[in-house]
């Protein structure tokens, strides 16, 4: 039985318990979770500041032509082929985990490795940006 509050209404201290189906922009549970995985990877591209230029509708196209994603060796994951290049169309690929993991890292002048690709030099470029609107 719902509460009532004193106008008659449910009372919404309690709040609605389980899935909200009636507010769910996506109800098939595949493509549902492929959207959480595209939101997923586009937050994580700005967060290391990688240039995401992939819409909801390309991913799923790219993504449709295999069911085998996750995390194990088998599985298939996006990759960009030029990892200093953005999240497009032209630069995506499914590849095995095996193949990704075994591929050669990127490395600085000094030899070090990269932990992420394109992750400092956008930062370089964010900085010089602000600094040049600073100085105007």
């Not at 009532?4 to 009372?11: I, K, L, Q, S």
């Not at 960009?80 to 953005?86: H, L, N, V, Y």
């Not at 630069?91 to 993991?101: K, M, S, W």
Request: hydrophobic letters at 25%; glycine letters at 4%.
């Amino acid at each position: 039985m719902t509460r009532m509050n004193r106008h008659g209404e449910p009372d919404r201290r309690y709040g609605r318990k389980g899935p909200q189906r009636a507010r769910w922009l996506i109800t098939d549970p595949w493509h549902r979770q492929l959207r959480y995985k595209f939101l997923r990877a586009r937050a994580q591209a700005k967060f290391w500041n990688q240039e995401w230029q992939l819409t909801w509708e390309q991913y799923l196209e790219i993504m449709r032509s295999n069911t085998n994603h996750g995390r194990d060796m088998d599985n298939i994951n996006l990759c960009r082929k030029d990892t200093d290049g953005a999240w497009s169309r032209d630069n995506c690929e499914l590849i095995p985990r095996r193949v990704v993991v075994k591929r050669q890292r990127h490395k600085y002048e000094d030899g070090r490795i990269r932990r992420r690709t394109n992750t400092y030099k956008n930062k370089e470029k964010n900085c010089e940006n602000e600094n040049t609107s600073v100085k105007n």
